[in-house]
């Protein structure tokens, strides 16, 4: 059964940082390129970052460039979001996504909380 | 950033109604678009990808039509179950994007 359990959300001052974590089973994790996508309470669905296939390709948002990092680790069959510099606006659930076929996604985790607030 | 526009932003309808959504992208998208369904509290799920194919155990009243910039999500005949948000997303340019949601509610 593919699973993805996400955790290491929280509550964190502006300009923190967090590490989120996304542990995957049930499929070929290591060649299978994922995301992180975010819902800010309320609102709709914001892609925030990618991973290719390969590990070579990284992608992400205008809005976290430059402040998160998507990586991962094959031999624990985790995905992971450092994020730095947080700001009130990147409150929300955070899912990692599982790519089928050019970027569609076929299994979320349950998602994490973030809350950016002083 | 391709922009999708979703529409209409609510749909009321009752159970065993035809729901039609659109989405309209800002630039071609070839055919890397799916669309999603959200329940309050729940993860999306995929329902349609590549613009119609249906994912691994969607109903066949699922169903997802369009090329380029104009796709159609269609629901035959409205299950009890159905009443949620709907999203389409781009997978075919950086930044993917999401649609704004459209949201069907019981009549």
């Known amino acids: 059964e593919v699973q993805l359990l996400e955790s290491g959300g929280g509550l964190v001052q502006p300009g923190g940082s967090l590490r989120l974590s996304c542990a995957a089973s049930?499929?070929?994790?290591?060649?299978?390129?994922m995301s992180w996508v975010r819902q800010a309470p309320g609102k709709g669905l914001e892609w925030v970052s990618g991973?290719?296939?390969?590990?070579?390709?990284?992608y992400y948002a205008d809005s976290v460039k430059g402040r998160f990092t998507i990586s991962r680790d094959s031999s624990k069959n985790t995905l992971y979001l450092q994020m730095n510099s947080l700001r009130a606006e990147d409150t929300a659930v955070y899912y990692c996504?599982?790519?089928?076929?050019?970027?569609?996604?076929?299994?979320w985790g349950q998602g994490t909380v973030v809350t950016v607030s002083s | 950033d391709i922009v999708l526009t979703q529409s209409p932003a609510t749909l009321s309808l009752s159970p065993g109604e035809r729901a039609t959504l659109s989405c309209r992208a800002g630039?071609?998208?070839?055919?890397?678009l799916a669309w999603y369904q959200q329940k309050p509290g729940q993860s999306p799920r995929l329902l349609i990808y590549?613009?119609?194919k249906r994912a691994t155990g969607i109903p066949a009243r699922f169903s997802g039509s369009g090329s380029g910039t104009d796709f159609t999500l269609t629901i035959s005949s409205l299950e009890p179950e159905d009443f949620a948000v709907y999203y389409c997303?781009?997978?075919?340019?950086?930044?993917?994007?999401f649609g704004g949601g459209t949201k069907v509610e019981i009549k």
């Open positions: 997303q781009q997978g075919s340019n950086w930044p993917l994007t």
């Open positions: 630039q071609s998208v070839s055919s890397h």
């Open positions: 996504a599982k790519d089928i076929f050019w970027w569609a996604f076929d299994m």
């Open positions: 590549d613009a119609s």
């Open positions: 991973l290719g296939n390969s590990d070579v390709n990284t």
């Open positions: 049930g499929f070929s994790f290591s060649t299978n390129a």
